[in-house]
């Protein structure tokens, strides 16, 4: 699977977008993005995930570059509820592998939303 | 649904005990998993199953041991406690191969002492 790179921390005002950024160079034409976050102790929590095109849920949008090679999610209007660790993954669809998912989570991304 | 429920919440051990950790879902998912996460740090894949009977090895199962009699339950245990085994446990489940959205457990914190 391809090695993502995400800055460690970020700051955001509330209310304002957020936009997290993920590097993905070596991606290959199978694999997808997948963005996670983890709110202090909790279990990581699924966001959005997406192959090319960009895509849009209740939660956020990912915008992946026409090379794929590096994707941002924007979560539109941040709240402080939205502090939390940011994980983006890339990872070929069990569908082509056969296998489990393995998914592997790194560090992430810090975001501290503020007043 | 409850969805991925974990028991217990905290535990701690002493070196050499033994104990489970407690996993069921109610959404009848067919891949289940088991992570570890040290103080800032990612998660790490520990075991996982992806049906009733069939469990696999991840990055990081010395030290662990697992079982899946059913569907719905994936324990976890801790034959022998070390101190290097002080961290949090979640346990994760997906549907199928369709995607990786995986449903988080809330985590067990595990102290070694």
């Known amino acids: 699977d391809a090695k993502t790179t995400q800055p460690p921390s970020m700051d955001c005002a509330e209310g304002r977008a957020a936009n997290l950024p993920c590097n993905h160079s070596t991606i290959s034409g199978n694999e997808y993005v997948y963005w996670y976050r983890q709110i202090h102790s909790q279990g990581p929590q699924y966001i959005i995930h997406g192959l090319k095109n960009n895509e849009t849920n209740e939660m956020a949008s990912l915008i992946i570059t026409e090379d794929r090679k590096s994707s941002t999610l924007i979560l539109p209007h941040a709240t402080l509820r939205d502090t939390a660790v940011y994980y983006c993954i890339v990872r070929v669809s069990p569908l082509n592998t056969g296998t489990a998912s393995k998914l592997t989570f790194g560090t992430g991304t810090r975001l501290q939303v503020m007043l | 649904n409850a969805g991925v429920t974990q028991t217990p919440k905290f535990r701690i051990l002493k070196i050499g005990q033994s104990m489970t950790l407690q996993c069921t879902q109610d959404m009848n998912h067919n891949y289940m998993y088991w992570y570890r996460q040290d103080p800032g740090m990612g998660l790490k894949l520990i075991y996982y199953?992806?049906?009733?009977?069939?469990?696999d090895k991840g990055e990081v199962p010395n030290g662990y041991n697992v079982s899946r009699s059913t569907t719905e339950d994936f324990p976890l245990r801790l034959e022998l406690a070390a101190p290097s085994q002080t961290s949090v446990y979640f346990c994760a489940s997906r549907p199928g191969q369709t995607n990786e959205k995986l449903f988080f457990g809330s985590g067990t914190q595990l102290s070694v002492l």
């Open positions: 199953s992806v049906g009733a009977g069939i469990t």
